[in-house]
Nanobody, 120 residues
Framework: QVQLVESGGGLVQPGGSLRLSCAAS????????MGWYRQAPGKQRELVAT???????KYADSVKGRFTISRDNAENTVYLQLNSLKPEDTAVYYC??????????????WGQGTQVTVSS
């Protein structure tokens, strides 16, 4: 059993910054790819950023140059630094992790989501 717990969301003015955290706990042998997704009202959930076990990163075009994903393997935590925030960044942000158990089986886990609201 694995749990992902997100934190760091909130209300911020356009141009401001936030830092989201997602900590994994439970029966973990190895954490493979971790990432952040977001879902705005009335829209599909979309990929924001991913980071592999080797620290390779990918970003959605809409956030390139503004957001940075990172991970701390010792703490089983992934972060998302959100800079130069725009109103269109408003969404619920979800953490995702692909985690392998001791038998070599991989599972996808999701956090409960944290609200980011960008408004003046």
């Amino acid at each position: 059993q694995v749990q992902l717990v997100e934190s760091g969301g909130g209300l911020v003015q356009p141009g401001g910054s936030l830092r989201l955290s997602c900590a994994a706990s439970g029966s973990i042998f190895i954490i493979n790819t971790m990432g952040w997704y977001r879902q705005a009202p009335g829209k599909q959930r979309e990929l924001v950023a991913t980071i592999t076990s080797g620290a390779g990163t990918k970003y959605a075009d809409s956030v390139k140059g503004r957001f940075t994903i990172s991970r701390d393997n010792a703490e089983n935590t992934v972060y998302l630094q959100l800079n130069s925030l725009k109103p269109e960044d408003t969404a619920v942000y979800y953490c995702q992790a692909i985690i392998g158990d001791h038998r070599g089986y991989n599972f996808r886990y999701w956090g409960q989501g944290t609200q980011v609201t960008v408004s003046s």
